[in-house]
């Protein structure tokens, strides 16, 4: 049977899942120069908690995007690096990174424009506060 990301048991909407997340996207963004440390990620990518960090890196390795290498110091050092299945995700997340701030002018507005439009896109009943 062919992967069909529609279908909503299909491993192929898992996959898309994982790297459609933003979390996973700025990892992998920030990987593309080379193995990093777990805090130079959470320095790096503004937002993200430690939880959130952590749960993106496990993913991330259970799919086979990144390793996580682990050498023998005082304290531990651990790297994060992308795979060749990793890297072969760079051209398409750097092409989004690249489409979002080249747009990123034009959606503002397209916002801006439709929060001023929201109040009469509503129906008459909800203005007057009726359901």
Known sequence: MRPDPFQ??????QV??????RWSVLVVLTL????????????????ISQK????TLRGLERDGLVTRTVHASVPP??????????????????????WATTHLPEVQAARARYDTDAPRRQ?????????
Do not use: K
Not at 35 to 46: S, T, V
Not at 78 to 95: C, I, M, N, Q
């Open 8 to 13: 909503r048991d299909c491993g192929s909407r």
């Open 16 to 21: 898309i899942d994982r790297i459609g997340d």
């Open 32 to 47: 593309a120069d080379g193995e990093r440390r777990y805090g130079e990620l959470a320095e790096r990518i503004d937002g």
């Open 52 to 55: 959130m960090l952590t749960q």
């Open 77 to 98: 050092r651990v790297d994060y690096a992308l795979t060749g299945l990793g890297r072969s995700l760079l051209e398409l997340v750097s092409g989004l990174e690249a």
């Open 123 to 131: 129906p008459a009943t909800t203005r007057a506060g009726r359901r």
